[in-house]
């Protein structure tokens, strides 16, 4: 089962796709994802999640308020997200669960030749794939990406990392997102995850950037002080 | 690809500080529909969109040396619709790119044999605009089969077709790889035929391919010679590009060529229709260009939009004033 705590998930899923889709585009994913339900290879899954795009096109999704809220409980928002990623999200939830061995290659499959946008949306769908405690390395994985979105799949409102990840494998997550400018307050359980390793790296990273006249983020203090008060 | 010169010539003499001046066509807007970006530096892209280059197509070609496995190609084609693409994005140029097993290494058949297998897994990703660059180099046997295969592709896919015409035996070469296009059932239209010269270009022309110019120095055309092909020519279904790579060659070769043809009296329409509109018409067949992209890519691929979110996303490259000796 995947992490999510919202009851209904597919069904959520699907009655916003619904909303903000043609309904031939709809007609054609859900022929997709019949196919996808019952195939043992992963040609009609890796075919249509190549070509999604062409069908959904990549407006902005709306959500309904009720629905924006019960994302954030999650710490989940997907106010910004395009109809192309959350329909490719909601197709990997198609994937047979029940031979694990299966499951996980298919998804696998899809994670080895991904185009930029596809890394998003399998980044942004860690949280709703089975066997969660199976996607870690590959959570760290992406983490050492240098690619901007990808990055922020992982980081920004995705409840997977701070769940699943070691200290050492967040405290990777954390730094990285401060080298590359992120926006740190959209990292999910930022503060309830801090922890003495990483306010110690972080001590260092200040003070290599005031060495360097380099200007530091202020969230840092916020991270290092909850940890050394006496700072 | 270049590219043997003495390079004790290259480097002896002066060295000649001056600025390259663009005036002519600045506000002017370019697409490349050729040139390997993997091989350039970020000083390249730079450039680039300062001379007004928006948008560019890199072929997936040999890398300079033989691969030994095909996860070596997984890797490469990966990076063309990954990495490389972000890389460009960061510029402000939308990146795209056609894919496929070029002749050289055709010729391993046994490795040519199984990156036939995956091709099928690259080619429907978003932003592939064709199979390519295909077609001969020693013209051999092997290279003849995988280029028909990689044909039957791109007509299942319907795909243009951007194909490599060799540098040794041109003329017949190039003659041979429309003959088969035809043969495998290619539509002209669909098929971009690179490389061209003097000598090949009438004919190309007459059966109604495309016909693409490679500005390269010393082993291809130069663009005083292209200025004189499109004036005994015309535009009509004629582009240039740079095929810039990992050899001496100028990324800028569009832009240049452009300034030289409006000096040289070319009208503007002509020009921007060998710099930019035949490029988008020919590939634009694949259904993955849209223009819009190029006026919206800022940092990050915006074939995706972020409407509602103004903030730099992918961390945007700094720009760096390349003539202070201050580097901070």
């Not at chain 2, 490679?214 to 200025?227: A, D, S, W």
Request: hydrophobic share 40%; with cysteine.
């Amino acid at each position: 089962m995947p992490i999510i705590d919202i009851k209904n998930l597919p069904e959520l899923f699907q009655k916003i796709i619904k909303r903000n889709l043609s309904s031939d585009a709809w007609d054609w994913l859900q022929k997709k994802s019949d196919l996808i339900k019952t195939e043992e290879r992963s040609m009609q899954l890796n075919l249509s999640f190549s070509m999604l795009p062409r069908q959904t096109g990549r407006d902005i999704i709306e959500l309904t308020n009720d629905e924006t809220a019960e994302f954030n409980l999650s710490g989940m928002e997907l106010n910004d997200w395009t109809i192309d990623k959350l329909c490719r999200v909601w197709l990997l939830m198609q994937i047979p669960e029940g031979d694990k061995e299966n499951y996980l290659r298919k998804i696998n499959g899809l994670f080895a030749t991904a185009e930029m946008n596809e890394q998003v949306a399998l980044y942004a769908a860690l949280p709703f794939y089975c066997y969660p405690e199976e996607w870690i390395a590959r959570c760290e994985e992406g983490i050492r990406s240098n690619i901007g979105t990808v990055l922020e799949a992982i980081m920004y409102h995705n409840p997977y990392p701070a769940k699943f990840l070691s200290t050492p494998s967040w405290n990777q997550l954390v730094l990285k997102a401060f080298f590359t400018d992120k926006d740190v307050s959209k990292i999910y359980r930022l503060y309830e995850r801090a922890n003495p390793a990483l306010s110690e790296t972080l001590l260092d990273y200040v003070q290599e950037r005031l060495a360097a006249h380099r200007t530091v983020a202020p969230e840092i203090y916020q991270l290092t002080q909850q940890m050394n008060p006496q700072i | 690809m270049c590219c043997n010169e003495n390079f004790e010539e290259r480097n002896k003499g002066e060295k000649i500080q001056t600025t390259l001046d663009l005036n002519d066509i600045s506000g002017m807007k370019f697409f490349d529909p050729h040139v390997h970006m993997t091989s350039r530096t970020t000083d390249d892209y730079q450039a680039m969109a300062d001379a007004g280059i928006v948008a560019l197509i890199e072929p997936a070609f040999w890398l300079g040396q033989p691969r030994t496995g095909v996860d070596s190609f997984t890797d490469y084609y990966s990076s063309l619709i990954g990495w490389e693409r972000f890389r460009s994005s960061q510029f402000g140029i939308k990146h795209y790119c056609t894919i496929g097993l070029n002749s050289r290494e055709a010729n391993n058949e046994k490795l040519a044999e199984q990156v036939m297998e995956i091709l099928p897994q690259f080619i429907f990703k978003d932003g592939v605009v064709g199979i390519g660059e295909i077609g001969f180099d020693d013209q051999t046997p092997a290279e003849e089969k995988y280029y028909r295969l990689q044909l039957d592709l791109a007509l299942e896919a319907g795909l243009p077709v951007q194909i490599h015409t060799p540098h040794r035996d041109k003329k017949k070469g190039t003659q041979r790889s429309m003959d088969i296009a035809i043969e495998q059932g290619l539509s002209p239209h669909m098929v971009i035929v690179d490389h061209n010269n003097e000598e090949t270009v009438k004919e190309v022309l007459d059966r109604g391919f495309w016909a693409a110019f490679t500005i390269y120095p010393f082993t291809k055309m130069g663009n005083e010679r292209m200025v004189e092909v499109v004036k005994q020519y015309g535009s009509e279904r004629i582009m240039i590009n740079s095929a810039a790579d990992w050899g001496i060659s100028d990324p800028l070769a569009i832009p240049k060529t452009a300034a030289l043809m409006k000096r040289s009296g070319i009208s503007l329409a002509d020009i921007e229709l060998v710099t930019y509109r035949n490029a988008i018409t020919a590939f634009a067949q694949s259904g993955q260009i849209n223009e819009d992209d190029f006026t919206t890519v800022k940092n990050i691929d915006q074939s995706q939009k972020f409407a509602s979110n103004s903030i730099l996303r992918g961390g945007q490259q700094p720009r760096i004033d390349k003539n202070s000796i201050i580097i901070s």
